[in-house]
């Protein structure tokens, strides 16, 4: 059985850090990530890094966040720093295995200004 469980959201201000950690287990994995949804919009990709190690940032993000993955453990790793109130939404972790996607239950992370 396929879990993802995630840890590492909460509050924070602005212009402070989170790091986002998800393990997963029950399969083997090739592109892990991070999406995010905010009240009233759509599930976005926030990062991805695939099974080679390239990595795949939005735009909003490039510059702030850092993602990295520990193969050994698979657990995947987001890195938010320079945080702003419009990083705050539910972020989710996904990961693809075996060619289906699978999702974690979601973190909160909320940026105050």
């Known amino acids: 059985q396929v879990q993802l469980v995630e840890s590492g959201g909460g509050l924070v201000q602005a212009g402070g850090s989170l790091r986002l950690s998800c393990a997963a287990s029950g399969s083997i994995f090739s592109t892990m990530g991070w999406y995010r949804q905010a009240p009233g919009n759509q599930r976005e990709l926030v990062a991805a890094?695939?099974?080679?190690?390239?990595?795949n940032y939005a735009d909003s993000v490039k510059g702030r966040f850092t993602i990295s993955r520990d193969n050994a453990k698979n657990t995947v790793y987001l890195q938010m720093n320079s945080l702003k109130p419009e990083d705050t939404a539910v972020y989710y972790c996904?990961?693809?295995?075996?060619?289906?996607?699978?999702w974690g239950q979601g973190t909160q992370v909320t940026v105050s200004s």
């Open positions: 890094i695939f099974s080679g190690g390239r990595t």
């Open positions: 996904n990961a693809v295995g075996y060619g289906r996607p699978y």
